[in-house]
C-alpha cells in the first residue's frame, strides 16, 4: 500500500502489512512513475506509536476521495488528536505561523515546535513566517485571535492553492503580504502572554518545491483511481501533497520499472502534458507496475483563470 509523506523532499511510503515493514521512494523531479492500482483501496487504519495497527474491519474506501481511513478508524485517531482538541495536555512546545499559498491567501496555523517547518511543507505554503511560540493552548488562543480580529482562515481549499500557484507574484512581494500581516499580528490585543513572539523572518518554498517548472496558464487534474487504472509520466514537480507529473504521450517509447517506479532522468513523460496529481489518493491502494503506456485514470483539463469551464476526459495521454 502507498501513502504520501511529506518532508523536505516529496516521497511515497509504502506499507506491508503481512510482514509489518515500511520503506520510502523518494520523487525528484524527473523520476519515471508508472503504476496501476490493484484490487481495491482499504482503509489504512490508525497510527499509534510510529506503527501502523491494521483497520479491523478491513473497510473499502472510494478510490475518488482523499481519506485514507474508515469513519471508524478516523474516529479513533480524532480521540487523541490536537487538531480535533482532543489533547489538550500536550506537554510540547508549539508554533504559531503565517503560511502564504498565493495572494489574498495567507492562513494562520500551528504546529509541535520539534517538527520545524515539516508542516508547513506538508501543506504547499509557498511561503512562511513564524508568529510566536509557547504550550499548546496559548498557541491555540493566538490561533483564535488571529481568525476574531483579523480575519485570517485556518485553512483553504486544495482547488485554490494549485490556482494560487499558477499565478504568484515576485518573492519580495511574498515576503511583503506576510510581514505586513505578521505586524498587524503582533499589535492585537489578547495575545497570549505565555506565548513567546518571534522577530519576522519570511522563508520561501518556491525553489524547494520546484514551481519555476509548472507550466504557466495552468495545468490537467488527475482524477481518482480505480482498479486497474494506470499513471504513467514524470515527476515535474511537488508541492504539499500535490505532485506535478508530465503525463506520457501515446507515442512515446518505454515504461516503468518495479513497485510501479521508473528510473530517473528517463523519457516516460516526454510530449505529454503536464497533470497534477494528489498524492493522498494512492493511500490505501496496493499499487504495481502498470502494463500499458499511457494514463488512463480520469483527466480534467483546467483552463486559465477566467476561461471557460474544463471537462473531465478519460485519459490515455
Same mark, same amino acid.
Given at each position: 500500500m502507498a501513502g504520501p509523506e511529506g518532508r523536505f523532499g516529496q516521497r511515497l511510503g509504502w506499507y506491508c502489512a503481512e510482514r509489518d515493514a515500511e520503506r520510502v521512494s523518494l520523487l525528484p523531479?524527473?523520476?519515471?512513475?508508472? #503504476?496501476?492500482?490493484?484490487?481495491e483501496r482499504r482503509c489504512l487504519? $490508525?497510527?499509534?506509536?510510529? =506503527?501502523?495497527?491494521?483497520?479491523?474491519y478491513g473497510a473499502v474506501l472510494d478510490g475518488a476521495g482523499v481519506k485514507d481511513q474508515c469513519p471508524r478508524c478516523a474516529?479513533? *485517531?480524532?480521540?487523541?488528536?490536537?487538531?480535533? *482538541?482532543?489533547?489538550a495536555d500536550d506537554p510540547r512546545p508549539y508554533g504559531v505561523y503565517l503560511a502564504y499559498f498565493g495572494p489574498g491567501l495567507v492562513k494562520v496555523g500551528i504546529t509541535a515546535a520539534e517538527r520545524g517547518a515539516a508542516r508547513l511543507v506538508e501543506q504547499g505554503a509557498v511561503a512562511y513566517a513564524w508568529l510566536g511560540r509557547g504550550p499548546?493552548?496559548?498557541? !491555540? !488562543?493566538?490561533?483564535?485571535?488571529?481568525?476574531s480580529a483579523l480575519g485570517v482562515p485556518d485553512r #483553504?481549499?486544495?482547488?485554490?492553492?494549485?490556482?494560487? !500557484?499558477?499565478?504568484?507574484?515576485?518573492?519580495?512581494? =511574498?515576503?511583503a503580504a506576510l510581514a505586513e500581516?505578521?505586524?498587524?499580528?503582533?499589535?492585537?490585543?489578547?495575545?497570549? @502572554?505565555?506565548? @513567546? %513572539? $518571534?522577530? #519576522?523572518?519570511c522563508a520561501d518554498h518556491f525553489e524547494l518545491f520546484g514551481l519555476a517548472r509548472v507550466p504557466a496558464g495552468g495545468v490537467? @487534474?488527475?482524477?481518482?483511481?480505480?482498479?486497474?487504472? @494506470?499513471?504513467?509520466?514524470?515527476?515535474?514537480?511537488?508541492?504539499?501533497a500535490d505532485v506535478y507529473l508530465r503525463l506520457r504521450s501515446a507515442d512515446a517509447e518505454g515504461v516503468g520499472g518495479a513497485d510501479g517506479e521508473g528510473g530517473e532522468g528517463g523519457a516516460a513523460g516526454a510530449g505529454g502534458p503536464v497533470a497534477v496529481l494528489d498524492a493522498r489518493m494512492l493511500s490505501g491502494w496496493v499499487l504495481g507496475a502498470a502494463r500499458g503506456r499511457v494514463t488512463t $485514470? %480520469? $483527466?480534467? !483539463?483546467? %483552463?486559465?483563470?477566467?476561461?471557460?469551464?474544463?471537462g473531465e476526459q478519460e485519459g490515455l495521454f
Open positions: 523531479p524527473g523520476k519515471a512513475l508508472a #503504476f496501476a492500482a490493484v484490487g487504519g $490508525v497510527r499509534r506509536a510510529g =506503527r501502523w495497527l491494521v483497520c479491523p474516529q479513533l *485517531d480524532r480521540s487523541r488528536s490536537v487538531a480535533a *482538541d482532543t489533547m499548546l493552548m496559548a498557541a !491555540r !488562543r493566538a490561533e483564535a485571535v488571529l481568525g #483553504f481549499a486544495k482547488e485554490a492553492k494549485r490556482a494560487a !500557484r499558477g499565478a504568484l507574484p515576485p518573492v519580495a512581494e =511574498r515576503a500581516l505578521h505586524g498587524a499580528a503582533t499589535e492585537l490585543a489578547g495575545w497570549p @502572554e505565555s506565548l @513567546e %513572539p $518571534v522577530e #519576522f523572518a490537467a @487534474e488527475l482524477g481518482g483511481l480505480t482498479a486497474g487504472a @494506470e499513471v504513467v509520466g514524470e515527476v515535474v514537480a511537488g508541492a504539499g $485514470v %480520469p $483527466v480534467r !483539463r483546467v %483552463p486559465e483563470a477566467g476561461g471557460a469551464g474544463g
